[in-house]
T-cell receptor, first 113, second 114 residues
Framework: KNEVEQSPQNLTAQEGEFITINCSYS?????LHWLQQHPGGGIVSLFM???GKKKHGRLIATINIQEKHSSLHITASHPRDSAVYIC???????????????FGQGTRLTINP | DGGITQSPKYLFRKEGQNVTLSCEQN?????MYWYRQDPGQGLRLIYY???????QKGDIAEGYSVSREKKESFPLTVTSAQKNPTAFYLC?????????????FGDGTRLSIL
């Protein structure tokens, strides 16, 4: 079993729909990251959170430390939101003093006009 | 604007050849990382460097080598010992090695075997 599991693996929706992508992890963490990978391959960091909730524009990320679960929500989705969304965690115990990210396999989101 | 530059974007290699992927950052970050991405899998760490002239193996270092002679540069060599080199390679950096700093990523290099 992977340490970080995302669901769904693929998601197709119509423009305007409310989107939820889920991430569950099995290790103790110090931070959880949500990343967006564009069709060309480049990756952008969307959120880094260790508790509660963060909001940026139409994107909302929440985390429940007790349940080891995080969600990424997109409100009023738009075709330009189409991308792969990746969840990653940083372990509570840092390996040899360096930050080490453990990644989920990603969720491919397609928003149709 | 500061960022990470990876080159080339696409790279083709003949079997038995070594190839070097470039990664340059002008963010003044101490820590740099190389990841490999395969279809349907999460990114996996190849090598990382916390400071100039120092680097450590990640989870899948076999068949790869790196150097960190300058703070700005962290090139990755895919050697002929890497039996399945076809993948998408991403370079990243962070201010330091602590866990509360986000990583910044380049646009990646797609390596294919001819």
């Amino acid at each position: 079993k992977n340490e970080v599991e995302q669901s769904p693996q693929n998601l197709t929706a119509q423009e305007g729909e409310f989107i939820t992508i889920n991430c569950s992890y099995s290790v103790g963490i110090s931070a959880l990251h949500w990343l967006q990978q564009h069709p060309g391959g480049g990756i952008v960091s969307l959120f880094m959170l260790s508790s509660g909730k963060k909001k940026h524009g139409r994107l909302i990320a929440t985390i429940n430390i007790q349940e080891k679960h995080s969600s990424l929500h997109i409100t009023a989705s738009h075709p330009r939101d189409s991308a792969v969304y990746i969840c990653a965690v940083t372990g509570r115990y840092i390996i040899q003093g360096a930050q080490k990210l453990v990644f989920g396999q990603g969720t491919r989101l397609t928003i149709n006009p | 604007d500061g960022g990470i530059t990876q080159s080339p974007k696409y790279l083709f290699r003949k079997e038995g050849q070594n190839v070097t992927l470039s990664c340059e950052q002008n963010l003044n970050h101490d820590a740099m990382y190389w990841y490999r991405q395969d279809p349907g899998q999460g990114l996996r760490l190849i090598y990382y460097s916390q400071i100039v002239n120092d680097f450590q193996k990640g989870d899948i270092a076999e068949g790869y080598s790196v150097s960190r002679e300058k703070k700005e540069s962290f090139p990755l060599t895919v050697t002929s010992a890497q039996k399945n080199p076809t993948a998408f390679y991403l370079c990243a950096s962070s201010i330091d090695q602590s866990s509360n700093q986000p990583q910044h990523f380049g646009d990646g290099t797609r390596l294919s075997i001819l």
